[in-house]
């Protein structure tokens, strides 16, 4: 299932919603303009690697030019391909700026960076010795949609449902397009634990417990940060 968009208005311009996916953007150009070689190097630096993250947990020097953990922010921004950025900023443009109107935008950076670096201590403890780069605002974003899903359950989310080559577009509401969306991570993270497969960091792939981590956190988060308090607003329901 993809989103499309959903129905929620705001009252406050995303600014920060907006600036996030700019970044990310950036940050993918700069990638994009990098030989393999020295992209390669440029992930080791700036992506959270797990066993050197363990490393530096543990009091051992991996002689980075920064501190490993400054690679649990650092990370979010990078993206291993065009249709990884791409499918992650779409999830941040739909879910983002009703979040962040709830929220505000100071309260809603300091969220989404503690949703990501959640998000990544998350895979990290479940793959605490692998050598596999961990990069993405995948985490991050989980966490926007574990608020989005708390505030906004019955919120209309107009989305793509593949059925072989026909793609018909239907309004779901925010709680079982979400809902399926979590459950479906925390499957494969399960999944990855005791079966040899390609699923999740430790062999490469998709970093499914920082997604659920991710979601779940911010679904933590977002009411002790604000998520509900402003009763001024109308409900989007």
């Not at 630096?45 to 363990?54: G, I, K, Q, S, W």
């Not at 670096?117 to 403890?125: G, I």
Request: hydrophobic share 50%; glycine share 10%.
């Amino acid at each position: 299932m993809v989103p499309i968009r959903d129905n929620n208005p705001t009252t406050i311009t995303p600014y920060v919603t907006y600036g996030l996916i700019a970044a990310n953007v950036l940050a993918f150009l700069y990638e994009a303009n990098l030989p393999p070689q020295q992209l390669d190097q440029f992930f080791h630096l700036a992506a959270v690697v797990p066993r050197e993250l363990t490393y530096s947990f543990n009091g051992i020097p991996v002689h980075q030019v920064v501190p490993e953990w400054v690679t649990l922010i650092t990370s979010q921004f990078l993206h291993g391909g065009l249709l990884h950025l791409g499918g992650n900023m779409l999830f941040l443009w739909i879910f983002g700026n009703n979040v962040e109107d709830r929220l505000g935008h100071v309260k809603y950076l300091i969220f989404y960076l503690a949703c990501g670096v959640l998000a990544s201590l998350t895979q990290w403890f479940f793959a605490q010795n692998s050598a596999i780069p961990s990069l993405g605002a995948s985490g991050a974003i989980a966490g926007v949609m574990g608020a989005y899903i708390l505030r906004f359950p019955k919120a209309e989310v107009l989305t793509l449902i593949p059925l072989g080559f026909y793609f018909p577009a239907v309004r779901l509401p925010a709680f079982y397009f979400l809902g399926f969306w979590f459950l479906q991570q925390a499957f494969y993270g399960l999944a990855s634990l005791n079966t040899p497969t390609n699923i999740g960091m430790e062999n490469g792939g998709i970093a499914y417990w920082a997604h659920a981590g991710g979601f779940a956190f911010g679904a933590i988060l977002g009411p002790l940060l604000g998520l509900f308090n402003d009763q001024s607003k109308p409900e989007y329901l």
